[in-house]
């Protein structure tokens, strides 16, 4: 049975269980004397009860099968193979053969002949998954029909089944919001833990503060070449992302003063979701255009008054990627300004100030803390940029004040080390974890900062 099957089948047993358990508790509701009882849930709230019991502790076992099966099948795939065989056999060679064997038996085949014991091996696969399933499927349908049973026969009318479901949706709920924390926890271990190694390489001062990127692999007459600090990097990112607020402050929240004070309802109505679909374009889209388009344009307008702009450069990358962030201003900006109470811009025209004085003198600094915030987070969006500036930064880690030279970011870099084929055993590939948990620090700090302004300075309106 497929895996499609099994989710139609759950279903129905779903939909099944639930009308069992209504029209039990219905039934319930008269008495043999023909009297009214009254119920302590809703009818509903019992045959919930019912479905809950009946399919999430099978759906429970096809998870936790799913995840311990593949571990325990090929811990027996490698106790039946000959010792001569894993005499010689390291790590890396294990997961290599358990990789051919799993072809062989999902009939995809070798682009070599395979070996006798290859293919015992893979028979077994295929006869240990068969009987893998159909067992995971029996203990499915007999929790199943346990769990109907019990929860029907517990039906009576002092059942308290509103308050189960509810701890039930109270649980589901948890789960759910702890997905964006527990994500976030994983995110950063799984990048510590190689970031440590990688500073076990190289000292941490010398990567924080080092003015010289150079990450090569060490040869014979190489030694002392290499370079590991991150400060070009770094300010690479943060001129960019400088260039890019540049641009798109000034239009991202000139465009939302004039959507929420000067235009028209039909004028807004068709110009604000113009303006949002720039964040739905690809950023590979973004960076075509910067390289074809952008980066030219650039570079002989800079001829026209002498300047030597290249094509590929921190200014070009910053005014693409400022495009591409005018949503993010413009509309929270909007949604900001607009909530500004109507009282206090009558109370302003009531005392004979102009529209643009009121908007000056009153809206923008009642909107100031959600103005900043949204500006905070579009700098978060910006840092963490890559496939623009990979396509019109220029790749190179230098430490430079000019825009107009080509840099390098943070973000290029660590593609750049986990690129072609990987040795994580060296700090030249370990690098893009320090890198990555150093960008992470920063994009979270902007984040809180932007949180803590909003919260500290939100003004409260009646």
Known sequence: MSNLMLAGVLLMLLALAYQLGLTRSRKLTTDLSGQKVRLHSRPVYHGALVAFWTVVPAFGVFLLWRFIQPGVINQMIIAQLPEAIMAGMTDSDMRV????????????????????????????????????????????????????????????????????????????????SSVAILTTIGIVLSMFGEAMRFFAFVNPMDFFFGTTWNPRFQTAGTEGQTGFGMLPLLWGTVMIALIALLVAIPVGLMAAIYMSEYAPSRVR??????????????????????????????????????????????????????????????????????????????????????????????????????????????????????????????????????????????????????????????????????????????????????????????????
């Open 97 to 176: 053969f358990l990789r051919r064997i799993t072809h062989l038996s999902s009939g995809f085949g070798l682009s070599d002949q395979p070996q006798p014991h290859e293919l015992q091996a893979a028979e077994l696969l295929s006869v240990l998954q068969v009987r893998g399933h159909a067992l995971m499927l029996a203990l499915m349908a007999s929790l199943a029909a346990a769990g109907l049973y019990f929860s029907w026969q517990q039906i009576h009318p002092d059942l308290r089944a509103r308050n189960q479901m509810e701890r039930v949706v109270k649980v589901a709920l948890i789960a759910c």
């Open 269 to 462: 109505s068709v110009a604000k979701p113009i303006i949002e679909v720039l964040a739905g374009i690809p950023t590979i889209v973004y960076g075509f255009f910067a390289l074809i388009t952008v980066g030219p344009f650039l570079s002989s307008f800079g001829a026209t008054f002498g300047l030597d702009i290249r094509a590929t450069s921190a200014l070009t990358a910053g005014v693409v990627m400022g495009i591409m962030i005018i949503p993010f201003i413009s509309s929270l900006s909007d949604d900001i300004i607009t909530q500004v109470p109507r009282s206090l811009r009558d109370g302003s025209l009531g005392l004979g100030a102009t529209q643009s004085e009121t908007i000056r003198k009153v809206v923008l600094p009642a909107a100031l803390p959600g103005i900043v915030g949204a500006i905070l987070l579009a700098a978060s969006r910006a840092i963490g940029e890559t496939m623009i500036v990979v396509l019109a930064a220029g790749n190179s880690p230098v430490l430079t004040a000019n825009p107009f030279e080509a840099v390098s970011t943070m973000t290029v870099t660590i593609v750049n080390q986990l690129t072609g084929d990987l040795d994580f055993a060296s700090p030249q590939s370990l690098v893009a974890f320090a890198l990555g948990l150093t960008l992470f620090v920063i994009t979270l700090l902007l984040n809180v900062i932007a949180l803590v302004i909003v919260r500290k300075y939100r003004e409260q309106y009646e």
